[in-house]
């Protein structure tokens, strides 16, 4: 028996999708079509794998199950809880009370991701560079002078939300009226602040990095090609480049290997996606993403600890051109949440 590896592995996700909060069914057949990719993947390395979902507050029976079930490993792809994707983080938790052992990052990781503003603290307080930002909870807050003497352009997005909810042209603001304007209508609709952050005009990369401690590894880093985008949009990753197939923005984002990846571009591109990765704890996998200035300095805008493990996702090109398989990044990501989680003797 290999015992450098767990042997029975269970994928865990969510179905607890709400459209009306802005969640489209795309997304909801997305996770369901990764979840089973990642089961078919493990099943082909070799592992005892199981599917299980996860819907509204079924939690406390899913977690008897689990532990009947008693798996060497959960691999945890849930998103919310109950529809609300703050909820996220409480799920790591129950899972670590429970003696559950999971793939990625843990409670404080996920929280301190998923609420940006404590994300953008983190980072400035170790000195990752990131964006100057300001936080905007509710609609009084849009009333600050402060917001006129801001060195547009400026972007605002949700403050909990992922897989670019809420992105449109619309959120690229270059007044103050506009910054008001948008942040309001995003508030309304979604019922949860705004962050709001300097925009860097210039390349947008992802990086993709897997392992833990001294084996963590940085994949080769894939970059927005934005050639085709029309002239009169934003080069910004909308909710519509990621989701609708017929838009005119799907067609200008297409993700590409980084171009000319000069020595000086990773080494600094590495260094600060390393540097985020610690600040913030994450652990097994994950995904820092960074607009990249006109002198060729890296800036984060975004930490996601759970990015997408889909065969077609930006985390699985990176690990193509590592030279993994589909396959052999989740056997990659499996064996490492195992040696972490695994008392040795």
């Known amino acids: ?35 089973q990719a990642i089961h078919a993947a493990l099943a082909a390395s070799g ?40 909820n996220e983080p409480t799920l790591a938790g129950l899972l670590d009370l429970h003696g559950l052992p999971y793939t990625g990052a843990d409670l404080l990781g996920l929280a301190s991701c998923l ?40 972007f605002v997005k949700l403050v909990h939300e992922d897989a670019s909810v809420g992105i449109t042209e ?23 602040g705004v962050l709001a952050e300097r925009f860097v005009d210039g390349r947008e990369v992802n990086v993709t990095l897997l392992g833990n401690g001294p084996d963590l590894r940085v994949l080769p880093p894939h970059e927005i090609d934005f050639g085709a985008m029309p002239p009169d949009r934003p080069q910004i990753v909308s909710y519509a480049a990621k989701w609708d197939e017929a838009h005119v923005d799907y067609a200008g984002t297409k993700p590409v290997p980084l171009r000319d990846p000069s020595p000086p571009l990773l080494s600094a591109i590495e260094a600060v996606a390393r540097a985020a990765w610690d600040a913030l704890g994450l652990r097994d996998y994950g995904r820092v993403d960074l607009r990249i200035d006109a002198s060729g300095a890296p800036w984060v805008i975004d930490v996601n600890p759970n990015c997408d493990l889909s065969p077609d996702a930006g985390a699985a090109r990176a690990a193509a051109a590592a030279g993994l398989s ?7 990501i499996a064996r490492t949440a195992w040696r972490r989680t695994e008392p040795r003797a």
């Open 1 to 35: 028996m290999d015992r450098d590896r767990p042997q029975r592995v269970i994928v865990l996700y969510n179905t607890d999708y709400d459209p009306a909060a802005g969640v489209a069914s795309a997304d909801a057949s997305s996770v369901a079509a990764s979840a």
């Open 47 to 86: 592992y005892t794998a199981e599917l299980a979902t996860l819907r509204g507050l079924e939690v406390l029976e899913v977690l008897a199950s689990l532990r009947a079930r008693r798996p060497d490993l959960v691999f945890n792809l849930c998103e919310s809880l109950a529809g609300d994707a703050r």
């Open 326 to 332: 589909h396959v052999e990044l989740i056997d990659t």
């Open 170 to 192: 619309q959120n690229l603001v270059c007044s103050p009226a506009a910054l008001r304007a948008r942040a309001g209508e995003l508030m309304r609709k979604h019922r949860q």
């Open 115 to 154: 609420h940006k503003q404590r994300a953008k603290e983190i980072l400035t307080a170790r000195g990752v560079a990131t964006p100057p930002y300001r936080y905007l909870p509710d609609p009084a807050s849009l009333d600050a002078p402060s917001l006129d003497a801001l060195d547009y352009p400026w």
